[in-house]
């Protein structure tokens, strides 16, 4: 069960990701050519390797239980952040993603830079696609080591990722515009919530304590983390509400 659970994680949030990076490569090749785009992008991902290949081995000789105890700790803190995020904009005091307006103004800033051509390629071209997919690609690795290492199966973890990149990668190539109708803003509710579940329950095994019905659990605390924040969402419509209702009355 935690199995699925993790390959689902590393999917959502590798999806998000790449999703993201996309729009930025898509901006950085429409505006200062796709050689110079291109380019960035297999930067970035050398350096991607060369960071996987530094820091992968070295997880794996940590102890199980105080590897979920790290992990289990900064997937929550990772997790809590997207899902305080999703919950501000569930609720309505945070502008909802929209990929559209974001390429409209990468494309933008790209447009209006200055051309600086080294060998063929635009340096603000490779920089800004290089940027993009090394920090998107940081939090990629991030999730997937993570989470492969505490659950005994980086390959797991990597093949939820590598689905992800092939389908969004996929879809990109063909519609070469930013995947706008991608419900991304649903998707990192999902991921929020799902990070914040496996860091409740990793923190708690790496700390030694045990959960009824081992891997079970989970579930339990999938529906706890999910009550909590639709509870949440709730609270701050009616927050928001209120000034409208005032209003009206008065």
């Not at 992968?56 to 940590?62: D, F, H, K, R, S």
């Not at 809590?80 to 309505?92: E, F, T, Y």
């Not at 505490?150 to 515009?177: D, H, K, M, Y």
């Not at 891997?215 to 509870?231: E, I, R, T």
Request: hydrophobic share 60%; with cysteine.
């Amino acid at each position: 069960m935690s199995a699925a659970f993790a390959f689902a994680s590393a999917f959502l949030a590798s999806a998000v990701e790449m999703v993201e990076a996309l729009t930025i490569v898509l901006a950085a090749g429409v505006a200062r050519g796709w050689r110079s785009s291109l380019a960035g992008v297999a930067g970035a991902v050398v350096v991607l390797a060369v960071v996987v290949a530094a820091f992968g081995p070295a997880l794996t000789v940590i102890p199980l239980s105080a590897l979920r105890l790290v992990v289990g700790g900064l997937l929550l803190t990772f997790g809590l952040q997207w899902l305080r995020k999703a919950i501000l904009r569930a609720g309505g005091f945070k502008a909802l993603h929209d990929e559209d307006a974001i390429f409209a103004r990468q494309l933008e800033e790209a447009r209006t830079a200055a051309p600086h051509l080294r060998h063929g390629v635009d340096a603000y071209g490779f920089a800004l696609a290089f940027k993009g997919v090394l920090l998107e690609g940081l939090e990629v690795a991030f999730i997937v080591l993570t989470f492969g290492s505490a659950q005994g199966s980086i390959p797991l973890a990597s093949l939820g990722a590598a689905v992800a990149l092939v389908l969004v990668t996929g879809v990109g190539v063909a519609v070469r515009a930013p995947l706008a109708r991608v419900p991304e803003n649903t998707i990192k509710f999902t991921v929020g919530v799902l990070l914040t579940t496996f860091g409740i329950f990793w923190s708690t095994e790496g700390a030694g304590a045990t959960w009824p019905g081992s891997d079970a659990a989970l579930l339990g605390v999938l529906v706890f983390v999910v009550a909590v924040s639709a509870g949440c969402v709730e609270m701050l419509r009616r927050r928001r509400a209120l000034p409208a209702v005032a209003g009206t009355r008065a």
